[in-house]
């Protein structure tokens, strides 16, 4: 919302007014929205975490079921959240929050031997399936490309086809890399 400062012929004053703003470009992917269940979700988007979001995201992963990990991801046990976590703080992250609690987690980060930046999705097992993963990776290839980051990589299990069906459609492309895994990446 801006403040507008209007000036009324009735009463020769000065008057504010809110006015929204549009929250999206043409181009840009929405940063709220419902889901294939209807359920209203928001996102948000920075570099490094506050104190919240990272204990929210410590709360996130350790309420995962150890059947949506993948890749070991995200690991096992508080402490061991909490030093992935510390990796990843610096990164491009954005969360996915439902009723205020965090629902969904994707995170950027850079990759030292490419020019490729790693992309990682995570999300609550009772939130697959309501395309909240699509919007996810909308709103990071858009915010990617803002920040002139010139490709996005990421791993996903063979077996996954959801997810690579997704990534497909988003413009990725793969190839097996073993132990039932693809490489898949996208230039932005």
Sequence with gaps: MTETELY??????????????????PDRPPKSFLDARGRYLQLSVGHGLSDETYDALVELYDAFDPSDRAHGLPPLGTGNIRDWLD?????????ARHDGRVVGHAVLM??????????????LGNYHHARIGTRLLERFCWEAGRYGIPAITLYVEASNRPALNLYRSMGFSGEYVGHGELEMRREL
């Design 8 to 25: 009324s012929l009735e009463t020769g004053r000065s008057v504010e007014r809110c006015v929204s703003e549009p929250s999206e470009g």
């Design 87 to 95: 990796n990843l703080r610096p990164g491009l992250h954005v969360v």
């Design 110 to 123: 850079e990759v030292r031997d490419d020019d490729a930046h790693e992309l990682a999705i995570f999300l």
